[in-house]
């Protein structure tokens, strides 16, 4: 069994996305710049917001943290994106999720200017993916799919994806599809899924429920990318976190699966860092 450490990748894929950043700033004379608006104080997304500032750092990449009220209007959210919308330096614009409730979600990802929408998720970007031609592709698909050509001919295998959500289950369907692999996209509702399973070369799981694929839905040659980022609780109220995998047990079966943490995690924030450069090369004419 191999296990895919996304950690390890991402850091190698760092250390060569630094290298290339030095040589666009010493050529042309531009440094990536991203701008990360977080809305509130949910303590998780701040925590992820410290991660991604913290990385761009250490790769080269400018990054402006900007934090506004949990009560903020949602005109106000609107004119603080026009603001880096319109300014030229800025070539990655991304809004920190979830929302509170009292702002439309969709609306304020529509309102990023394709060009800048660093996570992929305005829906022109979602549309072009669909289509074939991506401008940007959503940083944990993309951070997905490049764990999996690290471990495997892509080409004409088949997938399940479990979990159709627009950030994730949704984009990397479309992402696999346009690379020749067959995908199935499960959710909540299908039928018999754990029987489904057993018949796929790749199992990605992004369902959000803890432990969920078990080791009697996998093969000797499956391949698992656990997406899952569970927090449990232990007895003496100390927390610990699961993927949608039961790893213990999983691991013990196929040829290849990611962990949580040290998976698809550092993978997501190293696809936001790329997306970053390749917009700063594209709205600059640099490619």
Not at 88 to 100: A, F, N, S, T
Not at 185 to 191: D, G, I, P
Not at 233 to 247: L, P, W
Not at 262 to 279: A, D, E, Q, R, Y
Request: proline share 4%; hydrophobic share 40%; glycine share 6%.
């Amino acid at each position: 069994m191999k296990i895919i450490n996304g950690k390890q990748i991402a850091a190698n894929l760092n250390s060569d996305l630094s290298n290339k950043i030095t040589q666009l700033k010493l050529e042309h004379g531009k440094t990536p710049y991203l701008v990360v608006i977080i809305v509130g104080d949910n303590s998780a997304s701040h925590l992820y917001v410290r991660n991604k500032e913290k990385k761009a750092l250490e790769v080269g990449i400018k990054s402006l943290i900007v934090k506004l009220n949990k009560d903020i209007e949602e005109k106000n959210l609107l004119n603080t994106i026009h603001k880096y919308n319109d300014n030229d330096e800025v070539d990655g614009i991304l809004v920190q999720l979830p929302l509170p409730s009292h702002i439309n979600t969709n609306k304020i990802i529509d309102e990023i200017r394709f060009d800048k929408d660093v996570d992929g998720f305005n829906s022109k970007n979602i549309g072009l993916l669909a289509l074939g031609r991506p401008t940007v592709i959503p940083c944990t698909p993309l951070g997905c799919f490049k764990m999996l050509e690290h471990t495997t001919k892509l080409e004409g295998k088949n997938a399940i994806v479990l979990g159709r959500s627009n950030i994730v289950g949704k984009p990397l369907s479309y992402l696999l599809t346009n690379k020749n692999v067959t995908v199935t996209l499960a959710h909540s509702k299908t039928r018999k899924i754990e029987e489904m399973c057993k018949n796929y070369d790749i199992i990605i799981a992004a369902i959000g429920k803890p432990n969920f694929v078990k080791k009697e839905w996998v093969n000797e040659k499956t391949i698992v990318i656990d997406v899952g980022i569970n927090v449990l609780k232990r007895y003496d109220g100390s927390t610990f976190i699961v993927g949608d995998v039961d790893y213990e047990e999983v691991s013990k079966k196929v040829s290849a699966i990611s962990p949580v943490p040290g998976g698809v995690g550092p993978m997501t924030i190293h696809c936001l860092l790329l997306n970053t450069f390749s917009l700063a090369k594209k709205r600059n004419n640099l490619l």
